[in-house]
Each structure stands twice: as C-alpha cells, then as structure tokens.
C-alpha cells in the first residue's frame, strides 16, 4: 500500500502541526497591551466628571477650613483665659482701692461740721478714684492687647450639579 498525503489523518496531523507552530511564538512574542476602546465622553458624562473633582475640592477645602479654625479657636480660648486670669488681680485691687477710698471718704463726711471739710473729703475721693482708674489702665495696658476672637471661615458656594439631559422622546 502506498501513502498518500491527502488521507484525512494525515491532513489533520500537517493542520494541527500548523496550528501548534503558528500560535506559539505568536503567543511568546505579544506582550499584553491595552486595547480597550474608550467612548468618547458626551457632554453630561464632562461635565459630571468636572463636577466630582470640584465637589471633592469643596469639600476638602471646607473640611482644612473647619479644622484651621478650630485649632485657632482652641488657641484663642486658652490666650482669652490667661488675659482674664491676669487682669483678674489688677481688678481685684482696683476694688479694694475704691472701697477703702468710700470708706475713707464717708467716715470723713460724718466726722464734717464745715462745708469746706465735706468739699475737701469730696475733692480727696475724687482724686484717689483717678490715680487707682489710671493706676488700673497703666497695669491692663502693661498686659497688651486682648486677645481677638478668630473669625469664621467662608466657605465659599458649593459646586452646582450638571443638569441631565432630557431623554429623547419616542415620537409616533
């Protein structure tokens, strides 16, 4: 019996011989690459993309500001306090010297006979009320400024979604 090349065994066996060499250095050459097709954006999709980056910024943006402002309320509060916690005494002792100058001052309007005695006790109130006013705003002054409250930040206006658009309508 002679062989032939074209009995239906042979041809499958040169095919798949074909096949196997054809796809496997095909297969060793490629390196995966992407060919994914992308659509192109329509206009909604742009602009709902530009919304979203402008949202996430806004909200960023708000969210530093509010802390910002936080940790410069903390700071105020606690410099608020240690200004009145050292005026508290300069206070304190401008009182004393008002109540000792009354006393002072009524004890010698009840000791009076004169007119000229109750103008001189009068006369000596006022001027030891003025030398303890000037003697409490030198020493408030000494202190420096009060502290100032932090103002609040603006945040700004929050983005404004893109509006869909409207879907075209099946006409009859």
């Given at each position: 019996m002679k062989a032939t090349l074209t009995t239906p065994r042979t041809l499958a066996l040169l095919v798949a011989a074909g096949l196997i060499a054809g796809t496997s250095p095909?297969?060793?050459?490629?390196?995966p690459t992407a060919t994914t097709v992308t659509k192109p954006l329509t206009e909604y999709q742009s602009a709902r993309a530009a919304y979203k980056v402008a949202l996430e910024g806004y909200i960023a943006n708000r969210k530093s500001s509010?802390?910002?402002?936080?940790?410069a309320h903390e700071a105020?509060?606690?410099a608020r306090k240690s200004y009145n916690e050292a005026r508290k005494p300069i206070l304190e002792t401008f009182k004393s010297e008002l109540a000792a100058a009354r006393s002072t001052r009524d004890t010698a309007l009840a000791a009076a006979t004169t007119d000229a005695a109750k103008l001189?006790?009068?006369t000596t109130f006022k001027a030891v009320v003025a030398a303890a006013t000037s003697k409490r705003d030198a020493a408030v002054a000494a202190l420096g400024a009060a502290p100032v409250?932090?103002?609040k930040p603006v945040l700004g206006e929050r983005p404004t979604p893109p509006t869909k658009?409207?879907?075209?309508?099946?006409?009859?």
């Amino acid at each position: 019996m002679k062989a032939t090349l074209t009995t239906p065994r042979t041809l499958a066996l040169l095919v798949a011989a074909g096949l196997i060499a054809g796809t496997s250095p095909a297969l060793a050459d490629e390196t995966p690459t992407a060919t994914t097709v992308t659509k192109p954006l329509t206009e909604y999709q742009s602009a709902r993309a530009a919304y979203k980056v402008a949202l996430e910024g806004y909200i960023a943006n708000r969210k530093s500001s509010i802390a910002q402002y936080k940790v410069a309320h903390e700071a105020y509060s606690a410099a608020r306090k240690s200004y009145n916690e050292a005026r508290k005494p300069i206070l304190e002792t401008f009182k004393s010297e008002l109540a000792a100058a009354r006393s002072t001052r009524d004890t010698a309007l009840a000791a009076a006979t004169t007119d000229a005695a109750k103008l001189e006790a009068t006369t000596t109130f006022k001027a030891v009320v003025a030398a303890a006013t000037s003697k409490r705003d030198a020493a408030v002054a000494a202190l420096g400024a009060a502290p100032v409250a932090p103002t609040k930040p603006v945040l700004g206006e929050r983005p404004t979604p893109p509006t869909k658009p409207a879907k075209a309508g099946k006409s009859s």
